[in-house]
């Protein structure tokens, strides 16, 4: 397997969505080239930084009164 | 026999979702509000992330609450609340996107740059440590198409399966997208991080 292939299928390997054979053969490929674990610490990274964007906490978020202000206008 | 204790279980607690959508259906205002007030940083924070844009979302979310005031008549309590009504927001998007004749299966990376991995380079360019505002603002840098699966899968927790059903995509096609935007985000923040 090379590289193309191996970033390819690395969504699918950290799903643990991919047949045993291929995911061995990744894992080999893994093994000995650092560029390619480098794309699948940095997709893991991604991954899990997303999971706790969920709550939302941190974000802008506009004036709620006057949006339910405009929302009871349209209602009537 | 069921005791009192059974029944009280059984009856939706006073000011819970169930009860506001049902007195809200009833006709009584002040439940509609109160289940505005509870959920509009959900609706609008998931308008955000799949929109990219603060103004559009403002409207996306005065248009789900306004759906969900005709609507709420019809939620029946077979799941939760919160399920139901982030359903329905994620509906209201996607038909913004049709009426903006967003292509969902056609966005792709055409034109840009694939990766290309030389080795012994790779790693001083690596994807520094990101916090969430970095993450989000690439996010929104995101081809809508990507951006929504993306937000739908890492962010939301939907599977495939529910994605390719609310998208009218194939389940493939979900996969392969939530696979590029992954790449592109990483590159988006990499770029960032060059140049700051």
């Given at each position: 397997m090379n590289c193309s292939q191996a970033v390819e299928l690395l969504s699918e390997y950290y799903a643990d969505a991919l047949d045993e054979n291929i995911v061995v053969e990744i894992k080999t490929h893994l093994i000995e080239c650092q560029p390619c674990v480098g794309i699948f610490d940095d997709i893991t990274l991604i991954v899990t930084t997303a999971r706790i964007l969920q709550d939302g906490e941190h974000l802008p978020y506009p004036?709620?009164?006057i949006l339910w202000q405009r929302l009871s206008i349209a209602r009537h | 026999?069921?005791?009192?204790?059974?029944?009280?279980?059984?009856?939706?607690?006073?000011?819970?979702?169930?009860?506001?959508?049902?007195?809200?259906?009833?006709?009584?205002?002040?439940?509609f509000e109160a289940l505005y007030h509870r959920h509009f940083r959900r609706v609008y924070s998931l308008c955000l992330r799949m929109l990219g844009n603060p103004t559009e979302a403002e409207d996306l979310t005065q248009e789900t609450f306004a759906n969900l005031y005709r609507k709420v008549g019809s939620f029946r309590g077979d799941s939760q609340f919160t399920t139901w009504l982030h359903r329905m927001t994620v509906n209201q998007v996607l038909m913004h996107f049709r009426k903006r004749s967003v292509k969902m299966e056609k966005t792709t990376f055409?034109?840009?740059?694939?990766?290309?991995?030389?080795?012994?380079?790779?790693?001083?360019?690596?994807?520094?440590?990101?916090?969430?505002?970095?993450?989000?603002?690439?996010?929104?840098?995101?081809?809508?198409?990507?951006?929504?699966?993306f937000v739908l899968h890492d962010v939301e927790g939907y599977e495939h399966e529910e994605i390719s059903r609310m998208l009218g995509i194939?389940?493939?096609?979900?996969?392969?997208?939530?696979?590029?935007?992954?790449l592109k985000l990483r590159d988006l923040i990499r770029k960032q991080a060059a140049l700051n």
């Open positions: 004036d709620e009164q | 026999m069921a005791t009192v204790a059974d029944v009280e279980t059984l009856e939706p607690a006073a000011d819970s979702d169930v009860d506001l959508a049902r007195r809200a259906a009833e006709g009584e205002d002040a439940a055409e034109g840009e740059t694939p990766i290309q991995i030389v080795k012994g380079t790779e790693n001083a360019n690596r994807m520094p440590v990101i916090d969430r505002i970095a993450l989000e603002s690439a996010i929104q840098q995101l081809a809508p198409g990507y951006r929504s699966v194939a389940e493939g096609t979900s996969k392969s997208q939530l696979h590029k935007a992954r």
